[in-house]
């Protein structure tokens, strides 16, 4: 079971989320750290709103786009 932590960024679709995960990789000939983001659609039964961080897991495909479920708001 895969968990990642990211931030809401819209919740305007039913029970679904969209997340954005911020990760950091060094650059493989400068060694610098790089920002690298991801967007998520993830299924929410918790009523997250914009802004707030979240833990969520990776789960058997739900539709199309939504492999991710929210499982806890770290904070609003």
Do not use: C
């Not at 809401?8 to 000939?29: G, Y």
């Amino acid at each position: 079971m895969k968990a990642t932590v990211g931030k809401i960024l819209s919740n305007k679709m039913k029970q679904t989320v969209v997340v954005e995960v911020v990760r950091f990789k060094a650059h493989p000939l400068y060694h610098k750290r790089v920002r690298k983001t991801s967007k998520f659609h993830a299924h929410d039964e918790l009523g997250a709103k914009p802004g707030d961080d979240v833990k969520m897991v990776q789960i058997p495909p739900m539709s199309k786009t939504k492999t991710w479920k929210i499982i806890e708001i770290i904070k609003k």
